[in-house]
């Protein structure tokens, strides 16, 4: 009982996705007037829908192409497309043939000059392909027709990642396009193992997904599970890969993330020459890593481009600022209202007299400061740039200072409270952050009522929750519970590059070494 | 089925909430950070009607020194402005009262002030001279040990004469007068004329292996205190039987072994000179043969340096230095044998700690004379104690001569 | 390691290690300075401190070689190889039975604790009832994540004991221990029989059986795992002698914990280290606890395979809890844990030494 209660199973039903529009005629007819107006008629004739009818040029055929404004890369139609039927057939002296489908062949093959062709006979995918931004050939007298890619549209440039910026790494981050993202990815891994897996999501808003890894390192179940998982997915409209995330994660009611998400092409190359699989998906930058463990929510990619000793050291750090974001406000309450005894004597006295007029119980003051505290975050985010930066200096000094003056809360909390703020900052992954305020109120809350003994039933049930979540088959907790000792080489520190040689031990991997030994091939 | 035990599960997690039993915000706590106990001289009998055994008892004067947080911080910063005004600005109160168990007396205490005294910060137990001489120091140290709140770490003086006055002295550096006790007791290390701390712990260690002890004493003279001396309990009732001043005690930490710091003074061609003494150690051997008479030979190895030099002796030569040392020696010994005589002689009380020796290193013999070490028989003082000293001097310090 | 999804169904012999020193160390820690220092009146107790445990780790062995000869089979499976049905279904009662005692007295023994050391006038019954959620919420997911934690827990109890000693250093005078070798064998002997209750635990790997992956590693592993509780009570016992002295650990409720109230954190960073000790103690309770918890529960249901872990669970708990809420005070308790120990070095010690004999008698072996 209690198992389902935190750590639910999903269903996994195989369905078919496929698309069953009812009322539509799904033929295409041979003459292009009716597939026109039959096309116009399925789209209800929007304003930026485009057909021109010309002819090819010598014969008297009429061929038509049709596409979204805004979609297409008008330049390209102009020139490639139009001018090289109305001319090229001409220019390069060859004979119209007489039949419609010798005359697509022929264009196919012989006349235009753009790269992306393809000769289809279903109407579904006659119209996903001008909703994508294809421009669709109509020949009168067959039944046939040319998709061109034709896609061009604005988009965001490559910027640098917002949410993940370093100190030292490449500035490249993901936009919302994905072609350039699985060219960023290509960039990054050369290897012809590295597979590409293409398939459409969502029932309305068929987004392109791709599945990425490197064939030959990842262990091949971890694969068939990503595939298997994703292939359930059956809703309208899969916006962002969080949908995505959500649905396949094992258990939704865990506070931690089970899947990774980056905005940056050298932690997913990173990740997948470990052996995980990513997901990109149309329309976001946000790419998903899968499996993820407890210990990656502690990586930063920076830890690898700088030295080894800072980045030990800096991992380290992370793990006391993981420990202060959901502990010292418990701290202070338990050692403040419950066990005085350990505070040493003169600050003792010193929180006392500095306590002296406030109202409230150390564990109302600490949720109403760190309530105060989420209410700043939360505001911080919608605010333009410029205000925003400045909510966090006026949050911080004034209302903390005027609290204090005001003899609501206690200096003392005031530090906690700071302290744990920029503690749950230091954290690389944002989900982990979310995770570990969750955390804190409920180990507030423990330490309210029972002091010291409250926090470490507190941290005894995280660690069996960690212990028992799952992510893809790997548990969390890996590489402490199951213990793989080799691994611990990246996890609290972060050995020299010359040491990790191996691919991390959990994950299985196929190919196991990293780093050629001498003049051997790895 | 699910849905139902979710929610019974949910509903056993709100019992939680309902109580913090034990939750007492810092603020609203008396700490108290010394205890002096005293004998209450009469008996008032204010009842008229009988009075239980408990009551025609002796009976204790407990004082209690509170920390008043507010004026601890002293009127400074925004922070904490609260009710400090009307307490003169003070940073501690001094609370009595009487009764025949501590526990009661706490108990009465706590309708005196709205804070709950707080015991887990306290650092110093007086005991009054008189309290010690009746044998009360066992009794009153059971509360502090046998209950949790206790540091083991407080520390244990006896006062001379009255234990409360030791909580009234005005303290200097320090805000409170028992920190400042407390502060003088570390600053022993620096002159050895008194014995290092000692905690609530060792005395009842001492208690358990019902050997005497000593515990150092702390003297009161207008309004200021000092740590001088030690008392010294015997081991058949735990009563306080004399005192040591600071030469004797200084004796005694040499035999010990406890001396960190001294300085002898002696005369050598009428020229006065002071030895600065940078660590002693101090061995016990001894000759059981005869379990009468057994005979002790205490070694006590000292280095140090020469402090002050009144006149005109040559440092640079070997034999003035040679007699500097003698000359320490000599002193040593006449410090030490004066008070092995006094204790062996007058109190017959074994604070040498040599009959822990003969269980550690003599146990056979030990255990023969052990009921009778320093009482009845008392084989203590029968036993001869010898002590033999050597110095070093290791440095003369900058100058060699102060005049041509 | 084998499947993919790192089974529900296996751990290795790390956690096998982890598992028996987790289990064994517990209560015992904090009484068997007193217990042995009682018995021996000087600083010999180190020798009946080791006799205890290499005799208790000759019958672990046992044990272990025992379930090593039937790989993934728990005891009612064995047992029935070896004798019969009937036989081991009473035999897996009664050990089911001696294990859900074990936790009440477990429970009752944490609250104790935390009642004197770290609460005041927090009622014990909620302490422990606290306390016994959060094991029945460990113990509702598979034994493997039980298994897996010991591995997480290990350090931190190894490093706070650490740190007691450590910070003991200081206070430890040689002379206080002496004199040695003057305890007659009498004694000697009788401090060891005080420290065989401290050793058990060990008989959950009876059940654990079903889940190790590599038998061949199980009986250098399981010694290995004993010694280190062996190791930490020889420590602690010595420490405790010489920063105290022999007639202080005699006459002190828990020594143990004296010696964790005499550590002073240099630079006064925070005082009362026994408040710190005592609460990560309660984690290595935790463990014991849960452990004791999740083998009743496998005891249980592999003798009533109908029936669902959980719904053992849901009708257990309330009476665990009733049972080990019944002794009033301490004395009962006490006396509740003798004879608990009692019925421990029975179902630890000659039940699987009984066992293996007539296993290897019949010639019975598990098919590997």
């Known amino acids: 009982m209690l198992r389902h209660v935190f750590n639910k199973r999903l269903k996994y039903q195989k369905q078919n996705v496929e698309d069953k529009q009812n009322d539509m005629p799904s033929t295409i007819y041979t003459d292009i007037q009716a597939n026109l107006d039959n096309i116009k008629r399925i789209l209800n004739a929007p304003s930026d829908f485009i057909q021109r009818i010309f002819t090819i040029s010598d014969s008297e055929k009429k061929c038509a192409i049709v596409c979204i404004d805004g979609l297409v890369d008008k330049d390209m139609i102009n020139d490639q497309l139009i001018k090289n039927i109305q001319l090229g057939m001409q220019t390069a002296k060859k004979e119209v043939p007489a039949s419609s489908d010798e005359i697509l062949k022929k264009l196919k093959n012989e006349v235009l000059s753009t790269y992306e062709l393809k000769i289809v006979d279903i109407l579904d995918d006659v119209l996903l392909a001008i909703l994508s931004g294809d421009t669709a050939l109509f020949i009168n007298g067959t039944d046939k027709v040319l998709l061109v890619g034709s896609k061009g549209w604005d988009s965001r440039g490559i910027d640098e990642p917002q949410t993940e910026s370093l100190v030292r790494g490449p500035r490249e981050g993901f936009t919302e396009n994905i072609r350039t993202n699985t060219m960023l990815v290509r960039r990054q891994v050369k290897d012809p193992n590295l597979r590409l897996e293409s398939s459409k999501v969502g029932r309305r808003s068929k987004r392109d997904l791709v599945v990425c890894y490197v064939e030959g390192i990842v262990h091949p179940d971890i694969v068939a599970e990503v595939n298997r998982r994703l292939k ?109 005894g350990m505070i040493p004597s003169k600050l003792a006295f010193s929180i006392a007299g500095a306590r002296e007029g406030v109202p409230f119980p150390a564990i109302i003051e600490a949720l109403m400061m760190e309530a105060t505290l989420e209410l700043l975050r939360e505001a911080g985010i919608r605010l333009p740039k410029p205000i925003g930066q400045t909510i966090g200096i006026v949050g911080g000094l004034v209302i903390g200072e005027a609290a204090v003056q005001a003899g609501i809360v206690s200096p003392v909390m005031i530090v906690a409270v700071a302290v744990t703020a920029i503690s749950s900052f230091a954290i690389p992954s ?52 199951p213990m793989f000792y080799r691994d611990w080489k990246d996890v609290a520190i972060r050995a020299p590059i010359t040491a990790i040689s191996k691919r991390p031990q959990y994950m299985q991997t196929v190919d196991k070494t990293k780093i050629g030994k001498g003049d051997e091939s790895s | 089925m699910d849905k139902l035990c979710r929610s019974i599960w949910i509903f056993c997690l ?135 709140e206790m540091r083991r770490v407080a520390k244990v003086m006896v006062s001379e004469g009255e234990a409360r006055k030791v909580l009234e002295i005005s303290p200097q550096h320090e805000k409170m007068p028992v920190l400042f006790i407390e502060s003088l007791s570390e600053n022993i290390v620096k002159h050895s004329t008194s014995l290092p701390p000692i905690n609530m712990g060792d005395v009842h260690s001492y208690l358990l292996k019902g050997n005497s002890f000593i515990i150092p004493r702390i003297v009161v003279k207008n309004n200021k205190g000092a740590i001088l001396g030690a008392a010294i309990f015997n081991s058949q009732d735990q009563k306080m039987i004399g005192t040591l001043n600071e030469s004797e005690t200084l004796g005694l930490n040499f035999i010990t072994g406890k001396v960190k710091s001294a300085v002898p003074e002696f005369l050598i061609n009428g020229q006065l000179v002071a030895f600065e003494i940078k660590g002693a150690e101090s061995k016990i051997e001894a000759d059981v043969s005869d379990k009468n008479q057994i005979k002790f030979t205490v070694k006590i190895n000292v280095d140090g340096n020469v402090g002050e030099l009144y006149g005109d002796l040559a440092l640079e030569n070997r034999s003035v230095l040679s007699e500097i040392e003698e000359k320490t020696a000599k002193e040593i010994e006449r410090i030490t044998n004066r008070v092995i005589d006094k204790i062996q002689k007058k109190y017959k009380a074994d604070v040498f700690e040599l009959g822990a020796y003969l269980k550690q290193e003599h146990y056979k013999t030990w255990q023969q004379v052990n009921k009778e070490w320093d009482k009845g028989e008392n084989y203590f003082s029968k036993s001869v104690v010898d002590v033999q000293v050597r110095v070093d001097v290791r440095q003369i310090g900058a100058s060699i001569k102060m005049v041509k | 390691m084998k499947s993919f999804e790192y089974g529900d169904s296996e751990v290795g012999r790390k956690e096998v290690l982890a598992g028996v020193a987790n289990m064994v160390i517990g209560f015992g820690v904090l009484t068997l ?81 935390s009642k004197l050391y770290l609460f005041d006038q927090t009622p014990t019954e909620v302490i422990c009832f606290v306390f016994f959620l959060v094991t029945i919420y460990a113990v509702s997911g598979p034994s493997t994540v039980i298994l897996r934690l010991n591995l997480l827990f290990m350090p931190i109890i190894l490093f706070i004991i650490f740190l007691l000693i450590v910070m003991n250093i200081g206070f430890f005078e040689f002379k206080t221990t002496k004199p040695f070798f003057q305890t007659g064998w ?165 039940m699987p030494l009984l066992l293996l004999v007539i296993a290897m008698m019949r010639g019975v072996k598990g098919n590997g």
């Not at chain 1, 409250?454 to 907790?477: D, E, Q, V």
């Not at chain 3, 044990?63 to 009473?90: D, G, Q, V, W």
């Not at chain 3, 954190?265 to 009362?272: D, T």
């Open chain 1, 232 to 340: 359930t997915i059956d809703i309208d409209e899969v916006a962002e890969s969080g949908t995505i995330e959500q649905w396949i994660e094992d258990s939704s009611l865990s506070p931690f993330p089970q899947v990774l998400h980056t905005e940056r092409p050298d932690k997913v190359a990173s990740a997948i020459l470990q052996g995980k699989v990513a997901i990109l998906l149309d329309g976001t930058p946000f790419v998903l890593i899968a499996p993820t463990t407890f210990v990656s929510l502690f990586q930063s990619q920076e830890d690898y481009y700088e030295r080894w000793i800072i980045g030990s050291l800096l991992r380290m750090l992370r793990y006391v600022a993981a420990f202060f974001a959901v502990f010292l406000p418990a701290l202070y309450i338990a050692l403040v209202s419950f066990h005085q």
């Open chain 1, 430 to 481: 944002y989900g982990a952050g979310i995770a570990f305020r969750i955390l804190r109120f409920g180990t507030m809350l423990a330490a309210g009522i029972f002091g010291l003994y409250g926090i470490i039933l507190t941290y005894i049930m995280i660690n069996i929750h960690i212990t028992r979540l799952k992510s893809f088959g790997i548990p969390y907790s890996t590489p402490f519970a």
């Open chain 2, 14 to 148: 709100l019992f939680l909430v309902t109580g913090c039993w034990d939750q007492n915000e810092i603020e609203e706590r008396g700490f108290v950070i010394g205890a002096a106990i005293d004998m209450v001289e009469e008996q008032t009998d204010d009842s008229g009607g009988e009075m239980s055994e408990i009551e025609l008892g002796d009976k204790y004067k407990l004082t209690y020194q509170f920390v008043v947080p507010g004026n601890f911080i002293g009127g400074s910063s925004g922070g904490g402005q609260s009710g400090g005004g009307a307490l003169e600005g003070k940073p501690f109160l001094n609370l009595t009262a009487e009764g025949a168990s501590i526990h009661q007396i706490t108990r009465k205490m706590a309708a005196e002030t709205s804070r709950k005294p707080y015991l887990e910060h306290i650092n110093l137990i007086v005991l009054s001279e008189e309290l010690s001489r009746k044998g009360h120091l066992r009794d009153v140290m059971d509360f502090f040990v046998r209950d949790h």
């Open chain 3, 33 to 113: 300075p007193r217990t042995v220092a009682n018995a021996t009146h000087s600083i010999d107790g180190w020798i009946s401190i080791s006799l205890g445990g290499l005799s208790v780790i000759f019958f672990a062995g046992v044990l272990a070689k025992l379930i090593s000869r039937f790989p993934k089979k728990n005891l009612h499976e064995f047992t029935s190889l070896i004798i019969n049905k009937p036989i081991a279904t009473i035999l897996t009662f009664l050990f089911a039975s001696y294990m859900m005692l074990f936790i009440c007295y477990e429970m009752r023994v944490v609250a104790e604790i």
């Open chain 3, 186 to 350: 009498s004694g000697i002997l009788r401090g060891s029989k005080e420290t065989i209750f401290s050793f058990l635990g060990f008989e959950t790997l009876l059940f654990y059986n079903s889940f190790i992956n590599a038998p061949k590693n199980t009986v250098k592993f399981t010694i290995m795992g004993m010694s280190i509780p062996l190791l930490l009570y020889l420590l602690v016992f010595v420490f405790v002698v010489g920063v105290f002295g022999v007639e202080v650990a005699e006459n002190t409720l828990y020594p143990t914990a004296e010696l964790a109230k005499r550590v002073e954190i240099p630079g006064g960073f925070f005082e009362r280290f026994e408040s710190v000790f005592f609460t990560i103690w309660v984690v290595t309770l935790f463990s014991t606890a849960s452990m004791a918890f999740d083998v009743t529960l496998l005891a249980f249901t592999s003798i009533f395979k109908k029936i669902k872990r959980m719904t053992f669970i849901f009708f257990l708990s309330p009476l665990i809890y009733i049972i080990a809420m019944s002794p009033q005070n301490f004395a009962e308790t006490s006396i509740f844990g003798e004879w608990i120990s009692y019925l421990g070095i029975g179902f630890s010690m000659f």
